[in-house]
């Protein structure tokens, strides 16, 4: 189906990878894996004609349709949601200005001309819209999303729709970069569930390591320049890759000793007439050797001591009453709700059911119509939002503001952490003001963690992060011994830290007093999701 045979590419000045091999056939899941910045998306790029390669060749059989979804998209115009799933709007139309223009060039048994040809006989299905709202369903949405003008929604949903439309289609390579970005965790459950049954072949990109646990049956990581493949899903791989390296390592030591032990022979030697030419021989022996470079640690979480906020009351925060609306949307209507000290509380539900609002009204961020909220005794809050970026002081450097907050930390503890978040090097000398929306996300879990208060509420924490901050970060939070309520859509982030649940919908807050596990077992989330995927 596809093949990549010794591609390298580099991209200013730096070689990403070289000599990079692979095959997708019909049936794989595989999953591209490496930090970020190894050339992932790239390798996408190349796959899908976008990049050109320095050198290697990538081949895919003529027959071959391949859907892509990006990480962004933004929506164009009065289409409607059920308009870009079906793509009746602009997709529908674009393939059939191609194929006109490629059946006038002659070029009807073009790769391109049958790919574009199986495209359009998808969207022109007779069946393409019931297939759309079941997949739009399945992703999240409701019946009266459907005829929704798509740009009044965020980029977050209208990429939910683009994701839809793809499965409609039903490409024999799916090329996802992120998909999981966006999804609440029942849509999440619904698309794992989706392509663990699908009847093509997927390569994806992600940092979600449950997702890619239940989902994939291959890993190629980019590291060192190269592309290595491991049979067998994430957690198959980081045991293999630590074997790997210890077999590597053990070879690049014997061979250090064989060098060493002909060199010494050869200095000891050379000048004595009777054993020079041993002596000589040694040395070309040496000269012949393909060397074994020595090889890179497989990173691995940081971990560190995180200092532990001061004791707190029995009752971190409660809430009583609140009736909470934006104009006319009701969301919250005479909510009661206690957290409790040392409890790590995760809040789930579809996207857009007030999860966010309800930290906010955690956090004392929004006024509510009535109600009381009441802070516990000698309760020190800390409200993580993704759109904190105000916070920071652009004349600082990433270093200065991260010591601004670090307690009791020495420096060199606080360079480690910044590290561990991504800030290498020149990183920390750099004006927070120059930061990227990202970077100054990560900045801010890094003040919260050097100096923690004891009611930690964060809002999708992990977003921005790859998968190895995500566990020290995780790592960190288990040793938090304050009050933690959560949002977030990685699964394996929740399974670790997570002890009570408060399922979020239409206005109803629930609590589930035990973990994730435990939650979907109550509440038949998973079979929910499972049951979605033959809804009509």
Known sequence: MLTIRELKMTLGGRVLFENASFDVNYGDRVALVGPN???????????LGHKTPDSGAVQRDEWTMVGYLPQEGEAHGEETILDVATGRVDELPRLEKRLHE???????ASPEYLEAHAKHGALSDPQVETKAKKMLRGLGYRETDFDRKAKEMSGGWIMRARLARLLVMEPDLLLLDEPTNHLDLLSLLWLQNYLKNYS??????????????EVVSQVHEISEKKLIGY??????????REERYEQ?????KNQQ???????????????IPSKASQAMSKLKQIERMELIEKPMAPRKPFRFQIPQPPRGGQRAVTLEGIHMAYGTNQVYSGL??????SERTVLVGPNGAGKSTLLKILAGMVEFQKGERKLGHAAKLGYFSQHRADTLDAEKTVLEEALSSAGGLREEEVRGVLGSFMFRKDDIIKKTAVLSGGEKSRLNLVKFLVDPPNLLLMDEPTTHLDIHTVESLTLALE??????????????????LATKVLHVNAGQVIPYVGGYDYFLEKTGAANDARAALTAG
């Open 231 to 240: 049979t067998g899903n994430y957690s198959d791989y980081l045991v293999q």
């Open 257 to 271: 000793k064989e060098i060493q032990a002909l060199q010494e022979f050869a200095d000891r030697f050379r000048a």
């Open 479 to 496: 040793r938090y011994e304050g009050t933690l309520v959560f949002i977030s859509h990685d699964v394996h982030f929740i399974r670790h």
């Open 336 to 341: 009661d709700l206690l957290i409790e000290r």
């Open 37 to 47: 910045g190894a050339g992932k998306t790239t390798l996408l790029s190349i796959i």
């Open 200 to 213: 093509g072949a997927l390569l994806l990109i992600s940092h979600d390591r449950q997702f890619m646990d």
């Open 102 to 108: 490629l059946e006038s060039a002659g070029d009807v």
């Open 248 to 252: 590597r390592l053990t070879s690049y």
